[in-house]
């Protein structure tokens, strides 16, 4: 079992104040690793939830929106602890609409948000991961990464970049020590999907087509990223692992 452990591990975590973000970083920190979390707004209960545990947890306030200054973003987060060993690219927006009724600007947000900056963070820890030869990142997709998703075009093809760039990453960087693979939740409990979840009759339709017959809780998707970021799998990478109750 000591495979699965990741004691004296760097995670930094982007999008875990809430949901499943926090969730993956609390199952990290569990494992043994010690957590940054770069997040738009701070993460309250995770920080004290982790205090409360003896979790050693920093944070890095950011924006994804924005993503200049990511360089010395990345810079900082190193600064804590010399290294970053693992990065889970979990931030994430989504933008509701039927595709004829589309803004441009609301495209952009969730592109910049979902793909550019998985790219632009992979490539600046990457740097550093190269360096050392050694280097997990793994990156959130969705189910709608492999399908069409419905009323969400910029978030379906932001998740369709993210695979392209976990497996264009993985090939350049396998013979380099670092691992990217990914992961595609299906329907799960979070904030982004509390607008669907609040319509009832929609909620049990979609419930009805997983065969497992329920959503997603943040933690039925965290020991997955664990594994992704332990030495149980390094002989993975370029892998795309979909987590849905068997709906694909």
């Not at 760097?10 to 997040?39: D, P, Q, R, W, Y």
């Not at 738009?40 to 979790?55: D, N, Y």
């Not at 441009?104 to 740097?127: C, H, P, T, W």
């Not at 075009?153 to 693979?181: D, M």
Request: with cysteine; proline share 2%; glycine share 10%.
């Amino acid at each position: 079992m000591d495979k699965f452990r990741l004691d004296g591990k760097i995670a930094a975590v982007t999008g875990c104040n809430k949901g499943m973000g926090k969730a993956i970083a609390i199952a990290l920190a569990e494992a043994g690793a010690n957590i940054i979390g770069i997040n738009r707004t701070e993460a309250v209960e995770l920080k004290k939830e982790m205090s409360e545990r003896g979790f050693k947890y920093d944070e890095i306030s950011f924006d994804l929106s924005n993503t200049e200054g990511i360089s010395e973003m990345t810079e900082k987060a190193i600064s804590f602890y010399g290294r970053v060993d693992i990065l889970v690219n979990n931030a994430g927006i989504i933008r509701i609409e039927k595709a004829e009724d589309f803004k441009i600007s609301d495209y952009d947000d969730v592109m910049e948000v979902n793909a550019k900056s998985v790219f632009l963070l992979s490539q600046a820890f990457g740097r550093h991961m190269i360096d050392n030869s050694f280097g997990k990142i793994i990156n959130t997709s969705s189910i709608h990464g492999i399908g069409g998703g419905f009323e969400c075009i910029s978030y379906t093809a932001s998740k369709h970049a993210v695979v392209g760039i976990t497996k264009a990453l993985s090939n350049e960087w396998a013979s380099k020590g670092i691992n990217v693979n990914a992961i595609a939740p299906g329907y799960t409990i979070t904030d982004n999907t509390k607008g669907l979840r609040d319509n009832t009759e929609i909620t049990d339709q979609i419930t009805e087509t997983i065969p497992i017959r329920r959503w997603a809780k943040p933690e039925d998707i965290a020991p997955v990223v664990v594994f992704l970021a332990s030495p149980a799998s390094d002989y993975i990478t370029g892998q795309l692992i979909v987590i849905d109750g068997g709906l694909n």
